[in-house]
Structures are given as C-alpha cells and as structure tokens.
C-alpha cells in the first residue's frame, strides 16, 4: 500500500487522519483538485451512495463542490483508527451523471 497521510478535525472536533493511495493523488494531480479540498468534500460533503459490506473497511462516494465545480470522493473509513482512506478522486460530469451529480444515468 503507498501513499501519503495528513491529518485534520472533523465537525466534531475528532482527529482525522486522511491516507491518500497512490491511485487517488494520481488523479488529483491530473485534474488539479487540492488536497485540502479532499479533506473538505469528506468531512462536509454529501454521501450520495453507501457500501456498507466493502472490504477491509466500508466505503462511500461522497459529492462536493469547489465553487460550481463538482468533486465526487470515493474513501473508506476505519473506525477504530479515525483514519479515511482516500481511494480516487474524479469531476463528475453530465455525460454520466444526471443534474445534480448524485444519480449515475442509466445505460
């Protein structure tokens, strides 16, 4: 496993450690999305779809916005840890995804 760790509060005042994978800091470099505003779609953004049963450790995709631009956010919390793995990292678009960005369209 590689990647980098940062750590910051969440809305409860609980530290939070961030672990990007190297998949996930690819992509942001590739689409110029800070890690500071990762941490942000995480830690208030909306979680749009739940799976519960994914392993080691359930994950989400969360929606959030930088200004107009949305961000979708794919992590998996460990929860006993306080640690949010960050997976990947994308810019929706309406191709794909209907207005809103929070229903994927269908084929």
């Not at 609980?14 to 505003?37: C, N, S, W």
């Amino acid at each position: 496993m590689t990647g980098d760790t940062a750590t910051q509060k969440d809305k409860g005042d609980t530290q939070v450690r961030f672990f990007f994978y190297g998949h996930a800091a690819k992509r942001m470099i590739e689409r110029r999305i800070p890690t500071d505003l990762v941490k942000e779609v995480v830690l208030l953004g909306e979680m749009i779809v739940d799976y519960p049963d994914e392993r080691p450790f359930p994950s989400r995709l969360i929606l959030g916005w930088d200004g107009k631009r949305p961000i979708h956010v794919v992590s998996a919390k460990n929860e006993s840890e306080d640690i949010e793995y960050i997976i990947t990292v994308s810019e929706p678009d309406l191709s794909q995804w209907e207005a809103g960005y929070r229903w994927r369209k269908k084929a």
